[in-house]
């Protein structure tokens, strides 16, 4: 076999078609993406382009309705249901603009629970929550309710929920998006940091040209169809 390990996203001709109640939409036409890890891709577009449907399928959280999708080494189309929520469990990251975290749980057991899901030994729980956070620089804050830190800090604090399970694909939809400038880019670099690492590929879909550049591709979202390039906004 030829050497190295198989891309952690190879996408080819994804799309999606959502039968609405007033007619057919094609939210997404054509995507074909591959990411190693280790690496990162920025995808800008405007609103209503397709972005967020295309990192839903990519985050197994939609399905295509054509096109293949593999992550890190799987044919996803050939998944059972259970063995698909599996490999999202094992294999995916997600941050989203809006952190999503739970508000009467400290930091410590949000950041857990992707291990309580994954049915981790609880014994593993404390630990391994503990050095994520750490990686973030929220090791001061394991006990504060979420409620109580700057949104730069909860998004750190997501951060460190989605590679609490060291995934080999971390997908960030806009995670800069409701940050300060300086918070915002905090968080960009402790994510590239971590693709950097070699620990996953990330997929960025942010609306910041600054954001993009310090990516190490941009692709350019266009009325569902995905192109390889970057375009002024
Ligand atoms: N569940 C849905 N039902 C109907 N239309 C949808 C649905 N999800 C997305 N769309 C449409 O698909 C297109 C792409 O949406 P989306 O992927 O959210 O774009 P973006 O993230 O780039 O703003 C939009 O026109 C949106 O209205
Ligand atoms: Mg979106």
């Not at 972005?51 to 054509?66: C, F, H, Q, V």
């Not at 309710?145 to 730069?152: D, K, Q, R």
């Not at 905090?186 to 600054?210: I, K, M």
Request: glycine letters at 10%.
């Amino acid at each position: 076999m030829s050497g190295g390990p198989a891309p952690a996203i190879e996408a080819e001709h994804l799309a999606r078609r959502i039968d609405a109640p007033w007619g057919t939409v094609d939210a997404l036409r054509d995507a074909s993406l591959t990411v190693h890890r280790g690496r990162s891709a920025a995808i800008v577009g405007p609103s209503g382009s397709g972005k967020s449907t295309l990192l839903n399928i990519l985050g197994l959280l939609d399905t295509p309705t054509a096109g293949s999708l593999r992550l890190d080494g799987h044919e996803t189309g050939a998944l059972t249901e259970r063995e698909r929520g599996r490999l999202r469990s094992e294999a995916i990251g997600f941050v989203f603009q809006s952190f999503h975290l739970v508000p009467h749980k400290d930091v410590l057991n949000n950041v857990a629970l992707p291990l309580k899901y994954a049915r981790v030994p609880a014994a593993e729980h404390r630990p391994r929550a503990q050095a994520a956070l750490e990686t973030v620089g929220l090791g001061h804050r394991l006990h504060s309710s979420p409620t109580t830190l700057s949104g730069g800090e909860r998004q750190r604090a997501a951060v460190a929920r989605a590679l609490v399970r060291d995934p080999a694909v971390l997908l960030c939809d806009e995670p800069t998006g409701n940050l300060d400038a300086a918070s915002g880019e905090l968080v960009l670099a402790l994510l590239l940091d971590l693709a950097r690492q070699g620990s996953a590929a990330v997929v960025v879909v942010t609306h910041d040209p600054a954001v993009a550049a310090r990516c190490d591709e941009t692709l350019t979202m266009s009325d569902g169809v995905l192109a390889a390039g970057g375009s002024a906004t």
